[in-house]
């Protein structure tokens, strides 16, 4: 069965750096999604991403974050400076249309420590 | 600024019994609702769901019951399973689906 991955698993980084989370989508989805589970919180939306422009963005996807899809397969997140409240699991999504009818499929998440 | 709500953040259930998992929600623009099972270290998978046109959907031991006066669906699982054991979230969309908003989840512990 298809699935979403994500890579790494875990991401250790120190304050102020640069990191990019990666996420190859469902080959045939066209939307993609990123969100944040900060620990004990809820899930919480980021990012959605369609025909390689964003769709629509949560006050939490501010300037220290972009979205890309450099090539067919990749979906990527980057964190230009991390803060420590960066820190959470950071989930990828992609569905095959926008919309109620379509289930978006999850990865298994990164884990991003921020130190 | 909580738009969907789960007021249980935890349920113990013997194995057998009914599980029942509730959810609120307070945007009446919202159309379209779903369930999420999420397992420790994976992301979350979905379960079942429902459009605001329906009042229940059932898909095996899973029903979701929406009262749409109420602003309120629930999730049923019966019977329930140990395998069940996991966190549930909610989430709701409006009609055109392009965000969905999540609610803190409900960890459900079935008992052997």
């Known amino acids: 069965e298809p699935e979403v991955t994500q890579t790494p698993s875990h991401q250790v980084t120190q304050m102020g750096q640069e990191v990019i989370l990666r996420c190859v989508p469902i080959?045939?989805?066209?939307?993609f999604y990123w969100y944040r589970q900060i620990l004990g919180q809820k899930v919480e939306f980021l990012v959605s991403f369609y025909n390689n422009e964003i769709s629509e963005k949560s006050e939490i996807f501010d300037d220290q974050f972009s979205v890309e899809r450099p090539d067919g397969s990749n979906f990527t997140l980057k964190i230009r400076s991390t803060k420590l409240e960066d820190s959470a699991m950071y989930f990828c999504a992609s569905s095959g249309e926008r919309g109620v009818a379509y289930e978006q499929y999850f990865g298994p998440g990164t884990r991003l420590t921020v130190t | 600024d909580q738009q969907v709500k789960q007021n249980s953040p935890s349920l113990s259930v013997q194995e057998g019994r009914i599980s029942i998992l509730n959810c609120d929600y307070t945007n009446s623009m919202f159309d379209y609702f779903l369930w999420y099972k999420k397992y420790p270290a994976e992301g979350p998978t979905f379960l079942i769901s429902?459009?605001?046109?329906?009042d229940k959907n059932e898909d095996g031991r899973f029903t979701v019951f929406l009262n749409k006066s109420a602003k309120h669906l629930s999730l049923h699982i019966v019977p329930s399973q140990p395998g069940d054991s996991a966190v549930y979230f909610c989430?709701?969309?409006?009609?055109?689906?392009?965000?969905?908003?999540f609610g803190t989840g409900t960890s459900l512990t079935v008992i052997p």
């Open positions: 429902i459009s605001s046109i329906k």
């Open positions: 989430a709701a969309s409006d009609i055109i689906g392009n965000q969905f908003y």
């Open positions: 080959s045939n989805h066209l939307y």
